[in-house]
């Protein structure tokens, strides 16, 4: 069965600084309706606008990924995000009285804890999923970055880092199941180098930067007097300048805590690609740009598509067979058009034909070249449609379905001998007083040859 999609089973809220400006910021994040996925309310704001926290509205990606709409803007969001995805929440509204999220310690722990504390509810509606298919890259060859996305039944992250620090060179992150994110990344820091405070300060950033709200590097001495500005001017106490080394308040929580919080970044911007995806991740020093650009990338793959093509693995056994397909609907050869059904929810079903050139309508459609009618794909959709609508009774052997209405019928592709049609039919709506809305797909593979919308009436047989 088809995973649900999950909110908040209550709200909760954190207070904590802004890493970049330096404001005491208070969050809070609500249970959603479904469908809703993760939106951002500016409450500090007149009207209070809402902005999308979609890969398209990210507008600034440094030191953060900053998303924007209509002139309004929220940054630092990644750990938020990061830890909503990671708990497997589909759909949240945050609240927030500043153009920033708290940066709290600079990861993502303390939203892990909230989520644990509040729990989850599941929802009616099932969970989309983005499923790599084939091999998605993106690189920049300014900075050497890249990452590639690889088929795989479930998410998995590798994250590897470096850089030219004796004390940070090169390492590695690997996050095999999205359930051990809160004991293997979530604790895990940004981080930040000496050498790059003082022009992040020049450039009005990290007003909020602490020693205990970041890992910080210091591996190119400097001189004391220079060292202890820099400490007045983040409000810290004064190091010795000669100890080179990690100088933050809190010890590392793990050896490659850089590397892992490169891992819990990717995971808070690849949220923004508003599902869930199922695939494997290798990054070669990933940062929030790069993050945006495989998001926005496959955001685009997202909107050319109205929906991907379902998988098949035929060594899976039906959830209905045909011989229970026969029981449910009263065709029979030569007219029964679908063969079993791999997948079933509350408001979609995925069904299957095996096209034979011993198909009867080949004799004649057309005898030097056949070509399945393209009115019975439309016919075979309807058919699994009328599958899905009686799933939504009980005693299904006890209705029938007749269509009343299709519309938007598009043929895209010819369909011979040897094609494996993939059926899924969605409801648009709620079924109401026996009358059902759906729409429907039919896939050879990965390519769409035919959709339509069907309107069906459920009726009890006599």
């Known amino acids: 069965m088809q995973a649900k999609q999950h909110t908040l089973q209550k709200s909760f809220s954190l207070q904590g600084k802004g890493l970049h ?18 939106k951002i309310k500016r409450i500090d704001l007149p009207e209070q606008p809402v902005v999308e926290a979609l890969a398209e509205n990210v507008i600034n990606t440094q030191r953060g990924t900053i998303v ?68 998605i890259e993106v690189k920049d060859d300014a900075t050497g970055a890249s990452i590639v996305v690889l088929p795989d039944d479930q998410l998995i992250i590798n994250s590897l880092i470096a850089f030219d620090s004796y004390f940070l060179d090169s390492q590695f992150a690997t996050l095999n199941n999205i359930a051990d994110f809160k004991t293997e990344v979530a604790s895990s820091r940004t981080f930040v180098f000496v050498r790059e405070i003082e022009p992040l300060l020049e450039n009005n950033l990290i007003k909020g930067g602490d020693l205990d709200n ?40 793990f050896p490659n805590e850089p590397a892992r919080h490169k891992l819990l970044d990717i995971i808070g911007d690849i949220a923004l690609i ?52 026969k029981e449910l609907l009263p065709h029979r050869y030569p007219f029964l058009l679908v063969d079993k059904i791999i997948e079933i929810g509350q408001k979609h079903i995925v069904g299957i034909k095996n096209v034979s050139v011993n198909e009867p309508f080949f004799q004649g459609h057309f005898p030097q070249e056949p070509v399945m009618p393209g009115v019975l794909l439309v016919e075979a959709m309807a058919q699994t449609g009328g599958l899905l609508v009686l799933h939504q009774v009980d005693e299904p052997h006890r209705y029938s379905t ?45 390519k769409l040859v035919c959709e339509a919308e069907f309107m069906a009436q459920i009726v009890k047989n006599k």
């Open 274 to 325: 508003g599902k869930p995806l199922r695939g494997r991740i290798i990054a070669t020093c990933p940062g929030h740009k790069i993050n945006n650009a495989l998001a926005r990338l496959i955001r685009k793959e997202i909107k050319l598509k109205d929906v991907q093509a379902p998988d098949y693995d035929p060594n899976i056994p039906p959830l209905i067979d045909v011989n229970r397909i």
């Open 402 to 446: 007749y269509f009343m209405k299709i519309d938007n019928v598009k043929f895209r592709q010819k369909v011979v001998p040897g094609d494996t049609l993939k059926f899924r039919l969605e409801l648009l709506d709620e079924i109401r007083r026996g009358i059902s809305n759906m729409k429907g797909y039919c896939f050879v593979g990965e």
């Open 21 to 38: 400006t330096g404001l005491q910021i208070h969050i809070s994040f609500h249970p959603a309706p479904e469908n809703f996925g993760y």
């Open 214 to 253: 970041a890992i910080v590097i210091y591996e190119r001495q400097i001189s004391q007097e220079r060292l202890d500005r820099l400490a007045d001017k983040m409000g810290v106490k004064h190091k010795d300048a000669t100890q080179l080394g990690y100088i933050m308040n809190k010890p590392l929580a």
């Open 68 to 135: 924007a709409k209509n002139d309004v803007q929220i940054s630092t969001i990644e750990h938020a995000l990061a830890a909503l995805y990671a708990s497997q929440i589909d759909n949240c509204l945050i609240e927030v009285d500043a153009p920033e999220f708290p940066i709290l310690d600079g990861s993502a722990i303390q939203y892990m804890d909230a989520i644990e504390q509040v729990g989850l509810t599941e929802q009616k509606a099932d969970r989309e999923y983005f499923v790599v298919k084939h091999k």
